[in-house]
C-alpha cells in the first residue's frame, strides 16, 4: 500500500554529515498516518533500530546513535529525513527506511577514518 524510496547516502570522512531522505508513495491517509523509522545493516551485522518518528513527529533514538542524528518528517511532502552528524567509521551501513509494513531499498553511507 506504501512504497519507500531512501536517497542522500554516500562517502564522508570522519566527522562529517549526511542527510538521508524517505519519500513515501501511495495511500494519502496511510503515509500521514503512519509512523515511520530509520534502520542500518552493516555487513555481517543484524539490521538495527536506528530511531523512529510518530505520526505527529515525536521522536525515539537508539542509543547506538550517541544524540548524533535527528529524524524528522514533512507530512504535506510525504517525505522522512535523518540528519545525520558527527559520523564515524562505525556508522557505515545501508540505512533503510521502514513504514506501514513496508521497506525501502535501502542507501549507502560509508564512513572514512
Known amino acids: 500500500q506504501v512504497q519507500l524510496v531512501e536517497s542522500g547516502g554516500g562517502l564522508v570522512q570522519a566527522g562529517g554529515s549526511l542527510r538521508l531522505s524517505c519519500v513515501a508513495t501511495?495511500?494519502?491517509?496511510?503515509?500521514?498516518?503512519?509512523?515511520m523509522g530509520w534502520y542500518r545493516q552493516a555487513p555481517g551485522k543484524q539490521r538495527e533500530l536506528v530511531a523512529t518518528i510518530t505520526s505527529g513527529g515525536v521522536p525515539n533514538y537508539a542509543d547506538s546513535i550517541k544524540g548524533r542524528f535527528t529524524i524528522s518528517r514533512d507530512n504535506a511532502k510525504n517525505t522522512m529525513f535523518l540528519q545525520m552528524t558527527s559520523l564515524q567509521p562505525e556508522d557505515t551501513a545501508v540505512y533503510y527506511c521502514a513504514g506501514a509494513r513496508s521497506w525501502g531499498q535501502g542507501t549507502q553511507v560509508t564512513v572514512s577514518s
Open positions: 501511495g495511500s494519502s491517509f496511510v503515509i500521514k498516518t503512519m509512523g
